[in-house]
C-alpha cells in the first residue's frame, strides 16, 4: 500500500510564474508612458505594430497548483505535450529555480540530468567533472575514488577520460554525465530526454540500469520522455501534465493513452472518412468512403474475429487491388499486419466488402486500426493508393482471466500464442 511507504519527494500546491513581454521600454521616460497607458486601460505608445498586447507585462503559469507525492523506490514517468511544464517541473526539483508558490519537500540527494552538460565544467576534464558532481552532493575523495572505475567502465569514453569535456561529442557528454548520475549515491535520480542523443545500446543500457536502480537498490527514478516505448519498460506509475497540471496520475497504459488523445469511450461503429486532409504520398485511385463495425459494439471477445465491412470506390481499374490491415497500440506501435486478398475493381464502381479478420491471438486491450490500399508492382514494390491512419478503435476483453492471471501487456507482450503442446 502506498500509504505505508516512505516518501522521496513531497510536492504542495506548488506554481511557477514567468512574466512574458518586455521587462523595460529602454528609457525612463518610455516606461513612464507605458504604464500611464496601462493605468488608463489604453493602447502602448511604446508597443510595436501588430504586437500582442496581452504578452505584455502578462505572466505565464508554466506549473499552476502541483499535488504530487512520489515514494522511494519507485520509477515515475512524467508525460505531456511540449509547454506542458515538464521540465519546469524537474528544475524545481533539482533546485535550479525556486517555485513561485507551494512547497517542495526532498527526502535525499538527487542526481539529475536536464539537459547535455548539466553540471559539466568544459574546461575541466572527464575525470575533474565526476570529482566535482561527487562533492557537489556531499561525497568525499575516498567516496568518489571507489566509484571512479564504474563510471570510467559504464561511460564508454575511457580514452578520452581525461580530455576536458569541451571536446566531447553530445553523445560522450550524455554517456559520462548519465554515468555520474547512476554511480554517484544520489537516492534521487531525475532524467529528462536526454538519452535520446545517445546510441540505441547505450540508451538500453542506460533502460537497465534506471530500472536497476529503482528494483533493486530502492533508489527513487523520475523519468520525462516523448518515447512511450521507454515509459513503458521503466516505470510503474506515470503522470500526465497538461497546461501545468496534473491531469492524470496512475497506471502507465492508461495514462499513455490519455498522452495520445485516444477516446475509448468513443469507439464507433461507423466511421465515415470522407471529408480527409489530402495526403500527396497516394494515388488516389481508390477512396475508402468509410467502415463499418459488424455486430453489437467494437468490443471483441478474445479469442474471437473482428468483423467489419469496407466501403470504397474505384476511379481507375486496378487487378490486383490489397488491403493492408495493421493493429496499432494507442501509441502508434505496431502490433500485427494482415493483408487482405487481391480484388479485380473497374474505374466508377463503387464496392462494399466484408472481412473477417483473425485477431484470437492479440492480448486483451485498447486498440487502432490502420488501412492502407495497395497494389503490388513486383520486386517488392507497391503503389500506395489511398491509406487511413485511424480507421477505426477497438478493445479486446475477456471474461475469465488468462490461467487466474490478468494479462500483463508489459510483462508479457502483445499477443497470446497457442497452447505449447507437448512433442512425444
Not at 115 to 133: A, P, Q, S
Not at 164 to 174: D, E, F, H, I, T
Not at 292 to 312: A, K, Q, R, T
Not at 348 to 377: C, H, N, R, W
Request: proline content about 2%; hydrophobic content about 40%.
Amino acid at each position: 500500500m502506498r500509504e505505508n511507504r516512505e516518501v522521496a519527494i513531497q510536492i504542495s500546491g506548488v506554481k511557477k510564474k514567468y512574466k512574458l513581454g518586455q521587462i523595460g521600454g529602454g528609457t525612463l521616460q518610455g516606461d513612464l508612458q507605458t504604464w500611464w497607458a496601462r493605468v488608463r486601460g489604453k493602447e502602448d505608445p511604446n508597443s510595436k505594430i501588430g504586437q500582442d498586447q496581452r504578452l505584455i507585462g502578462q505572466t505565464f503559469m508554466a506549473l499552476n497548483g502541483i499535488d504530487l507525492t512520489v515514494y522511494k523506490g519507485e520509477a515515475l514517468g512524467i508525460i505531456g505535450g511540449n509547454g506542458a511544464g515538464k521540465s519546469t517541473l524537474l528544475k524545481l526539483l533539482s533546485r535550479v529555480t525556486a517555485p513561485s508558490e507551494g512547497e517542495i519537500d526532498i527526502y535525499g540527494r538527487i542526481a539529475s540530468m536536464l539537459e547535455v552538460g548539466t553540471g559539466f565544467n568544459g574546461e575541466m576534464t572527464g575525470r575533474e567533472n565526476v570529482y566535482m558532481n561527487g562533492a557537489i552532493l556531499g561525497m568525499t575523495k575516498a567516496e568518489i575514488d571507489a566509484k571512479m572505475e564504474q563510471i570510467i567502465e559504464f561511460s564508454e569514453v575511457r580514452e578520452f577520460i581525461d580530455t576536458p569535456v569541451k571536446r566531447y561529442s553530445s553523445g560522450m557528454y550524455v554517456k559520462l554525465a548519465f554515468s555520474v548520475a547512476a554511480h554517484l549515491d544520489s537516492e534521487i535520480m531525475i532524467m529528462d530526454e536526454v538519452l535520446a542523443v545517445g546510441d540505441m545500446a547505450f540508451q538500453k543500457k542506460c533502460l537497465d540500469k534506471m530500472r536497476d536502480a529503482a528494483k533493486l537498490e530502492g533508489r527513487t527514478v523520475l523519468y520525462v520522455s516523448h518515447n512511450m516505448n521507454t515509459i513503458r519498460q521503466l516505470c510503474d506509475r506515470c503522470v500526465v501534465l497538461d497546461k501545468g497540471k496534473i491531469v492524470f496520475d496512475g497506471d502507465v497504459e492508461k495514462a499513455i493513452g490519455m498522452y495520445m488523445g485516444i477516446a475509448y469511450s468513443a469507439e464507433k461503429k461507423h466511421n465515415d472518412f470522407s471529408i480527409r486532409e489530402y495526403d500527396p504520398w497516394i494515388t488516389s485511385n481508390i477512396k475508402i468512403n468509410y467502415l463499418d463495425v459488424e455486430g453489437e459494439s467494437n468490443n471483441v471477445l478474445f479469442g474471437n474475429n473482428f468483423v467489419f465491412s469496407l466501403n470504397f470506390m474505384c476511379t481507375k481499374n486496378i487487378e490486383n487491388l490489397c488491403f493492408r490491415l495493421t493493429i496499432l497500440l494507442p501509441d502508434r506501435t505496431a502490433v500485427a499486419t494482415s493483408t487482405t486478398s487481391e480484388i479485380t475493381t473497374t474505374a466508377g464502381e463503387t464496392y462494399q466488402k466484408t472481412y473477417d479478420l483473425d485477431i484470437s491471438q492479440i492480448a486483451p486491450g485498447k486498440y487502432i486500426m490502420q488501412i492502407v490500399a495497395f497494389q503490388p508492382t513486383g520486386y517488392g514494390s507497391q503503389v500506395r493508393h489511398d491509406y487511413v491512419p485511424h480507421a477505426v478503435s477497438f478493445s479486446v476483453y475477456t471474461n475469465q482471466q488468462l490461467h487466474n492471471f490478468e494479462w500483463n501487456r508489459r510483462a508479457w507482450g502483445d499477443h497470446v500464442l497457442p497452447t505449447a503442446r507437448e512433442n512425444i
